[in-house]
């Protein structure tokens, strides 16, 4: 079964701890994404990796890390940095980036108290 | 940058209404524009994706269609069911990864 998991569906964690959210695909998609989403809010972007290897900032990274060592994972690190960390956390991934159609995994709920 | 809006925000309609949610964007330099369902609590499913040059998709009760040069696209959706209820995003590919709208959330009524 093709498809992009992410683990766990749900996450707690206390203040000041750094946490990371695993996402893997067996799509053999090139670029993976990280997406934060709010209560009434779109999507806005956190990272996202074209290639192995590579990766670039999106419109809200301040806080967060990641890593693309192989092709088929893209985890995700909430530091303690990160002011306001509880959301729902969705990860994606497309055949190239841009112009080709991005699937997603069932997300992660990370709530930090 | 890219902004993308989000017509209404919310609407309820009773089962076997025809309708029309809208999406607006900003910059119409996109390579394509995609709609996605979210179920409450789960990850978003790909509905219709619409490339630059294309005017309109369609996959079975579902119709999607693009102006470029107004920078708006609705997605239609016939003989609703109460199963459709969900909330519908647009999202816009251009020089950046998606940009996505806040979501129109529907509900449809037995």
């Known amino acids: 079964d093709g498809g992009i998991t992410q683990s766990p569906k749900y996450l707690f964690r206390k203040e000041g701890q750094n946490v990371t959210l695993s996402c893997e695909q067996n799509?053999?998609?090139?670029?993976m994404y990280w997406y934060r989403q709010d209560p009434g809010q779109g999507l806005r972007l956190i990272y996202y990796?074209?290639?192995?290897?590579?990766?670039q900032k999106g419109d809200i990274a301040e806080g967060y890390s990641v890593s693309r060592e192989k092709k088929e994972s893209f985890p995700l690190t909430v530091t303690s940095a990160q002011k306001n960390p509880t959301a729902f956390y969705l990860c994606?991934?497309?055949?190239?980036?841009?112009?080709?159609?991005?699937?997603f995994g069932p997300g992660t709920r990370l709530t930090v108290t | 940058k890219q902004e993308v809006t989000q017509i209404p925000a919310a609407l309820s309609v009773p089962e076997g209404e025809n309708l029309v949610l809208n999406c607006s964007f900003t910059?119409?330099?996109?390579?394509?524009l995609q709609w996605f369902r979210q179920d409450p609590g789960k990850g978003l499913t790909s509905l219709l994706l619409?490339?630059?040059?294309?005017r309109e998709q369609t996959s079975g009760r579902l119709n999607a269609s693009l102006d470029k040069s107004s920078g708006r696209s609705t997605l239609y959706i016939a003989a609703s069911q109460p199963g459709d209820s969900a909330t519908y995003l647009c999202?816009?590919?251009?020089?950046?990864?998606?940009?996505f709208g806040k979501g129109t959330r529907l509900s449809v009524i037995a």
């Open positions: 910059d119409s330099a996109i390579y394509n």
């Open positions: 999202a816009a590919a251009g020089n950046t990864p998606l940009v």
């Open positions: 990796s074209q290639i192995v290897n590579d990766f």
């Open positions: 799509l053999n998609h090139d670029a």
């Open positions: 619409i490339q630059s040059s294309q």
């Open positions: 994606a991934s497309s055949e190239g980036p841009r112009a080709y159609e991005q699937y």
